[in-house]
């Protein structure tokens, strides 16, 4: 089984930065993606970024050029560097690994709340 933990999640200024860290643990033998969505109350969960093992990324276009996925494939681990948050960007930030044999797992999610 694998795991994923989040952290770094919490309240921020429209303006300022977050950087949310993912770490899988477990059974993995291969990777496709890693990467992160979110969901905002009455919304549906949507890609906010990813990453190939690769180190191939894409973005949803609300993001560009404000946030950026990076990757460390030894330690398993994906971060997202988020700048110039806006409220619109508040929701819970989930974590998704796609293993090599197209299984999906997810993290427990993590509150980003961006408000003066």
């Known amino acids: 089984q694998v795991q994923l933990v989040e952290s770094g999640g919490g309240l921020v200024q429209p303006g300022g930065s977050l950087r949310l860290s993912c770490a899988a643990s477990g059974r993995i033998l291969s990777v496709n993606y890693m990467g992160w969505y979110r969901q905002a109350p009455g919304k549906e969960r949507e890609l906010v970024a990813r990453i190939t093992s690769g180190g191939n990324p894409n973005y949803a276009d609300s993001v560009k050029g404000r946030f950026s996925i990076s990757r460390d494939n030894a330690k398993n681990t994906v971060y997202l560097q988020m700048n110039s948050l806006k409220p619109e960007d508040m929701a819970v930030y989930y974590c998704?690994?796609?293993?090599?044999?197209?299984?999906?797992?997810w993290g427990q999610g993590t509150q980003v709340t961006v408000s003066s």
């Open positions: 998704k690994l796609q293993d090599g044999s197209w299984n999906n797992y």
